[in-house]
């Protein structure tokens, strides 16, 4: 079973809709969370990050975590088409710095 | 351009061959890492460097491959006698150690295809 898991999609959702996403894990020990955006044959850019339970927004784009669900979500107000991607959450131990574990991403579709 | 920069982009090679791919990190990040991604999955840890130093190697890494961070600048990614199987994106990021986080900046990535 892999640390963090995440539905793949497709998300196929009319413009001006809120998309919803979300993870789970498994690891008690992870400590931050981060979502990233990955357009086809892009590199991964960071969204959002935050490390502890609540929420956290940044323009269209609010992140959850309830570590004592260990669920995290991202929403995405007034989708675009310019949202069509994969979105890949990612987790972090803090014993582990540097290994930062993905789920596999679920691709968002957002039809004008 | 003050992202990660990697090079080339898209790597064709034979099987056997030997291939290195190349990162250069953003300027003031002391932490370098490599991460493998195939189709329809999420980046996958390798590697990863705290200035010159490789902290911590994934088991996905065999011993055909190897990564160096001479100088804690840039950093080479070889993987020798290549197989199909390492058709991939290979990806480098980086990060500055900081009491308020640890969030890595991807590259675009290196395409990987061995024929």
């Known amino acids: 079973q892999k640390e963090v898991e995440q539905d793949p999609g497709p998300l196929s959702v009319p413009e001006g809709a809120i998309v919803s996403l979300n993870c789970t894990y498994s690891?008690?020990?992870?400590?931050?969370f981060m979502w990233y955006r990955q357009y086809s044959r892009k590199g991964p850019e960071l969204l959002m990050y935050?490390?502890?339970?609540g929420n956290k927004e940044d323009g269209r784009f609010t992140a959850q975590v309830d570590k004592s669900s260990k669920y995290i979500s991202l929403f995405i107000r007034d989708s675009q088409p310019s949202d069509s991607a994969t979105y890949l959450c990612?987790?972090?131990?803090?014993?582990?710095?540097?290994?930062?574990?993905f789920g596999a991403g679920t691709q968002v579709v957002v039809t004008p | 351009d003050t992202g990660v920069s990697q090079d080339p982009r898209h790597k064709i090679t034979k099987r056997g061959q030997n291939v290195t791919f190349r990162c250069d990190p953003i300027?003031?990040?002391?932490?370098l890492y490599w991460y493998r991604q195939t189709l329809g999955q999420g980046p996958e840890f390798l590697t990863y460097f705290q200035n010159e130093a490789q902290l911590e190697k994934s088991r996905l890494l065999s011993d055909r491959f190897s990564a160096e961070r001479p100088k804690g600048s840039f950093s080479t990614l070889e993987i020798q006698r290549t197989e199909q199987g390492d058709s991939a994106m290979y990806l480098c990021?980086?990060?500055?150690?900081?009491?308020?986080?640890?969030?890595?900046?991807f590259g675009e990535g290196s395409w990987l295809t061995v024929v």
């Open positions: 690891n008690s020990a992870f400590q931050y």
């Open positions: 935050t490390y502890s339970s």
């Open positions: 990612a987790t972090l131990r803090r014993d582990s710095w540097g290994k930062f574990q």
């Open positions: 300027s003031e990040h002391n932490r």
């Open positions: 990021a980086s990060s500055l150690v900081s009491p308020s986080g640890n969030t890595i900046y």
